[in-house]
């Protein structure tokens, strides 16, 4: 059976969102889609500061035998990076709703 968190929100493509202020947030994958890529081996996401509008790639990851690219599920401007995950991608694996991919503002938080 796949985690899921009630103060998460969700979305369809299998990333989510946790608001954490008016406009802040965190954004990750979810458990389903950590367990159906495997063990992975590689995380990227966009740059600083970059703007991605909502259902454009914002991240993407990769296991030996599949690679995945997500949707951002709103339009976001990134803020910080889980570095933390970047270097150590199977952290996603152990727990993805601990281990966030993305801080973000988000440009119209009416989209959530």
């Known amino acids: 059976m ?13 990333s989510w969102v946790k608001v954490l202020g008016s406009d802040e947030a965190l954004v990750g994958v ?7 890529v495997g063990q992975l ?3 990227s996401t966009g740059d600083l500061n970059e703007e991605i509008d909502a259902g454009l790639e914002f991240c993407r990851l990769d296991s030996a035998d599949q690679d995945v690219s997500f949707i951002s599920p709103v339009s976001l401007v990134i803020n910080e990076i889980n570095y933390t995950v970047l270097s150590s991608p199977g952290l996603l694996n152990e727990d993805c709703y601990e ?7 988000l440009v119209d ?3 959530l």
């Open 2 to 14: 796949y985690k899921v968190s009630d103060s998460l929100l969700y979305h369809l493509e299998h």
């Open 30 to 36: 979810t458990d389903y889609i950590q367990s159906y």
């Open 41 to 43: 081996i590689e995380v």
């Open 99 to 105: 281990n966030w991919i993305i801080k973000v503002r």
């Open 109 to 111: 938080p009416e989209e």
